[in-house]
């Protein structure tokens, strides 16, 4: 399909958006975030989400602390930075913008 | 004899993979390794990984079963997928896209010459202010700023025009071949 070609760029760029909304809401560990997104158009793989979880934290958008867990080894828990959270706010804002300009033009 | 199963270190697991299985293993950590030539921190993002393996195998393994095998392990590195380094695509997109723009007049987004849409690229100006300012300018100084603008125009190389662009108006034309002309004629240095 057509359409297809040009809606998987726009998921894409979005994904980190996504994420950072994802471990915004609380701190997760990847099998929570991929089940959060699982279902959904941003549904994603650890294969893509660890390189893009390693980028934010050099970016200083989100950090990780180790959790115990009942079964298994320590776990990574992500979550946003204050400049991480800043970010999602700007982002949240520019997506509600985005929105609107959407909804109005051609009205 | 035979060997049944290799000990594997996967980050803070450790497992044990038949032969087939650690082969397919390594190859898929190989080229894990080799999409994330140029990341900052392949080595964080394998260990992530290897770490995943460990948890998806572990999940899938019967309750009596001590060793992964391809069964596992096809299933555990579909789900987990290839490695997808943030950014990048087929088309490449330009790796600065804040590069130090040179100072030129940029005669498509001219009003006169370009001057101010050249200066207000170079220094990260508004144009439109920078516009407004030099009016003012022109007003308070009674006319100097004419004579910066002319030497600037002289001086400031012209910006290649962006290849399937609008033709440019009237005058931003008109001073870029004048200007053009004037270089050529006095071999002064052009853009």
């Keep these: ?85 800043a970010q999602l706010t700007a982002l949240d804002e520019y997506w509600n913008l985005i929105n609107r300009t959407i909804a109005e033009i051609g009205h | 004899m035979q060997r049944i199963s290799t000990a594997v270190r996967l980050n803070r697991s450790v497992m044990q993979f038949d032969d087939a299985a650690y082969v397919r293993l390594e190859k898929y950590l190989a080229e894990s390794a080799s999409l994330l030539e140029g990341d900052p921190d392949p080595q964080e993002i394998l260990g992530d990984l290897e770490q995943a393996v460990a948890d998806q195998c572990t999940r899938r393994l019967q309750p009596n079963q001590t060793v992964v095998t391809l069964a596992e392990l096809e299933p555990a590195l579909l789900e987990i997928g290839s490695v997808q380094v943030p950014g990048a695509s087929p088309s490449a997109e330009p790796s600065t896209p804040s590069a130090p723009r040179p100072l030129q007049q940029i005669s498509e987004a001219a009003l006169i010459s370009g001057v101010c849409a050249g200066l207000g690229r170079y220094f990260g100006f508004n144009v439109t202010a ?62």
């Design chain 1, 1 to 85: 399909m057509a359409a297809e070609s040009k809606l998987a760029p726009i998921r894409k760029g979005l994904l980190e958006f996504l994420v950072l909304k994802t471990v915004g809401a609380k701190s997760m560990y990847v099998p929570d975030i991929l089940r959060r997104l699982d279902g959904t158009e941003f549904s994603t793989q650890e294969g893509t989400l660890y390189p893009l979880l390693s980028k934010l934290r050099r970016e200083d958008l989100v950090q990780y602390e180790w959790q115990e867990s009942d079964a298994g080894p320590p776990r990574k828990y992500y979550r946003l930075t204050d400049s991480g959270r």
């Design chain 2, 130 to 191: 920078l516009r407004v300012f030099a009016v003012l300018l022109l007003l308070l100084s009674g006319g100097g700023v004419i004579l910066v603008y002319v030497t600037l125009m002289l001086l400031m190389p012209f910006a290649p025009l962006e290849a399937g662009s609008k033709p440019l108006r009237w005058l931003p034309g008109k001073c870029r071949t004048f200007m053009e002309y004037l270089r050529v004629k006095f071999h002064l240095a052009t853009g």
